[in-house]
Each structure stands twice: as C-alpha cells, then as structure tokens.
C-alpha cells in the first residue's frame, strides 16, 4: 500500500495482524464455558452409569414381590408392609401397599424398593390383581 502524498511514512498504514485482547479474552470465555458444560456433562452420564444397576438390582427386588403375590394362594390382603429383600449382595427395603378398587374382585398393588436407611426410591411397580 502506497502511502498518502501529503502523509510522511509511518507504522499507521502498514496493515496490522494478530487479535487485540479483548478478542483474546472472549475467545478464552467461550473455550472455558464449553469446557465447563463437557465436564458437567459426563458427570452427569457418570452419575447415570453408577446408578444404573442398583436400580436395575431394585427392579428385580419389585418384580419378586410381584411374582410372589401372583403365586401365593389366597386373594392378597388389604393394607402395607415393608420386607428386606437382598439381590447382588445389595439390601433393598419392598414396601408394598395393597388398596382396593372399584371392583371388589381385583387389587391394586403398588410396590416401591427403598434404598435401606433412606428414602429414596430405586424402583416402584404397580399392577392389578385378580382373584385366582
């Protein structure tokens, strides 16, 4: 690039390269807050993939007291209880809650497994029983 005829020789028309420090420091902002949204998301899949067989561990501990009742001999009871039950090495809490419905001649059973000590809930099944 020539320079102006009336303006002696300097710096200021020579062409500039490279990035001024504001952009520098945004550039740095959206490299940090990507970084920060990857991280919180593999521990959240991290998370996910701890928990997954203790739930897994759990269902099994409802779909148990499910099949029990199926196979026992009498129409179930109205009312709760709550049982341990062990799968994997793992203690789980059954509650199991059995209410009537508006046919008398069917159950509703609601079953949840607890973690033990806690209320947390692992797991919950419901299903409708008939009389045999």
Do not use: K, Y
Request: net charge neutral; hydrophobic share 45%; glycine share 6%.
């Amino acid at each position: 690039m020539a320079p102006h005829p009336t303006c002696p020789p300097c710096d200021a028309h020579r062409p500039q390269w490279g990035f001024t420090l504001v952009e520098v420091l945004v550039a740095l902002v959206i490299v940090a807050m990507a970084a920060l949204a990857a991280q919180q998301a593999g521990q959240a899949l991290l998370r996910a993939a701890q928990r997954q067989p203790e739930q897994w561990l759990a269902q099994l501990c409802a779909h148990n007291a499910q099949v029990a009742l199926r196979l026992s001999p009498g129409f179930p009871a109205l009312g709760s209880s709550r049982s341990a039950c062990w799968q994997g090495g793992v203690e789980h809490i059954v509650e199991l809650n059995i209410d009537p419905t508006p046919n008398p001649s069917f159950r509703r059973v609601d079953v949840r497994v607890l973690q033990p000590g806690s209320e947390v809930v692992l797991a919950q099944l419901t299903t409708v029983l008939g009389r045999h």
